[in-house]
């Protein structure tokens, strides 16, 4: 089975500029989340979809942060503009919806490590 | 709101012994899920253990167990035999299912030493 793929690995830009990064989860995965890792800390939700509807965007800045997932399957997560407290990991991870009792719940990407300068 | 307190930001131990990881949570829900991943520096979170808040057994998976203790809402995760690829930051986590966000503690920052 594949797993989440995310893409770039990396990415170093200069503040106020603009950054996009691409998930795509698990085939069949109704449930995408991306978290926000800064160095040092554990990794915090900024938005989960279910399908391509929004479930959570409590903990995005919506200033500056911007996410979709079209028809359903990959996701976009975009900053615009950057500021230097924005560099981080970022982890998109997929599930199944619902999950069984049994189910091992999440897969996470690689992730996108993003330094802003 | 649901919190997770990991207390160890770094420990180390020797290849073949044993450790153990120590992790608190708040929450006033009856039940729930918790869980320890692993995250080498490759960056993937690979899940290590869960456990389901409505079984009073610990949960075991090969050299890996917990010790959860609802009423004091610790989970603390027991590495036996331990060897150098288990070298990694550790994160304990929290959900209200097993398909609800995660919440993160800080994480531990584990050393296994030849």
């Known amino acids: 089975e594949a797993g989440v793929a995310q893409s770039p690995r990396y990415k170093i830009i200069e503040k106020r500029q603009s950054v996009a990064f691409w998930c795509n989860p698990i085939?069949?995965?109704?449930?995408l989340y991306w978290y926000q890792q800064i160095l040092g800390q554990g990794p915090k939700l900024l938005i989960q979809?279910?399908?391509?509807?929004?479930?959570?965007d409590s903990q995005l800045p919506k200033d500056r942060f911007s996410a979709e997932r079209l028809k359903g399957v990959d996701s976009t997560l975009k900053i615009q503009p950057a500021k230097l407290e924005d560099s981080a990991v970022y982890l998109c991870?997929?599930?199944?919806?619902?999950?069984?009792?049994?189910?091992?719940?999440?897969?996470f990407g690689s992730g996108t490590r993003l330094t802003v300068v | 709101a649901q919190t997770v307190t990991q207390s160890q930001p770094e420990m180390s131990v020797q290849e073949a012994e044993t450790v153990t990881l120590s992790c608190t949570y708040d929450?006033?829900?009856?039940?729930?899920?918790l869980f320890w991943y692993k995250q080498p520096p490759s960056r993937q979170m690979i899940l290590v253990i869960r456990q389901e808040a409505y079984k009073q057994q610990n949960a075991t998976e090969n050299r890996f167990s917990v010790n959860f203790q609802k009423a004091a809402k610790s989970f603390s995760l027991k590495i036996s035999d331990s060897q150098l690829g288990d070298t990694a930051m550790y994160f304990c986590a929290f959900s209200h299912s097993g398909n609800t966000p995660l919440v993160f503690g800080k994480g531990t920052r584990l050393s296994v030493i030849a």
């Open positions: 991870a997929s599930s199944l919806l619902p999950a069984e009792p049994g189910e091992r719940g999440y897969t």
């Open positions: 979809f279910q399908n391509n509807g929004v479930v959570d």
């Open positions: 085939s069949g995965h109704a449930t």
């Open positions: 929450t006033s829900e009856n039940n729930y899920y």
